[in-house]
């Protein structure tokens, strides 16, 4: 079974940094996209960043582009979103998925198999 678990979220000023984690277990595959999406109160899910296994083909939103890098997800499958120049406006609860079908990364959260529980990150002004 596969299970994704996010860590690091938390209460940070503007201007400051956060680095996610997200540890898959249970995957079977060797090659697959880890992808990062955020969701703030009254909005949709949107599309962060993402990357192909080893950190290789990563696609950012423009909103994120130069402010956060996404790593991995390396052998350990373990992925890393580090968000730097944090703003209010990123104030969501962060989510990293993974998806298994496809060998390009994707900005669309119904392509993606498996999701984490989600961690909060609040950008004070």
């Known amino acids: 079974q596969v299970q994704l678990v996010e860590s690091g979220g938390g209460l940070v000023q503007a201007g400051g940094s956060l680095r996610l984690s997200c540890a898959a277990s249970?995957?079977?595959?060797?090659?697959?996209?880890m992808g990062w999406f955020r969701q703030a109160p009254g909005k949709e899910r949107e599309f962060v960043a993402g990357?192909?296994?080893?950190?290789?083909?990563?696609l950012y939103a423009d909103s994120v582009k130069g402010r956060f890098t996404i790593s991995g997800p390396n052998a350990e499958n373990t992925g890393f979103l580090q968000m730097n120049s944090l703003k209010p406006e990123d104030t969501a609860v962060y989510y990293c998925?993974?998806?298994?079908?496809?060998?390009?990364?994707?900005?669309?959260?119904?392509?993606?198999?498996?999701w984490g529980q989600g961690t909060q990150v609040t950008v004070s002004s």
């Open positions: 998925a993974v998806d298994v079908r496809r060998l390009g990364v994707s900005r669309r959260d119904n392509e993606y198999d498996y």
């Open positions: 990357a192909l296994s080893r950190g290789t083909n990563t």
């Open positions: 249970g995957l079977s595959f060797s090659w697959y996209t």
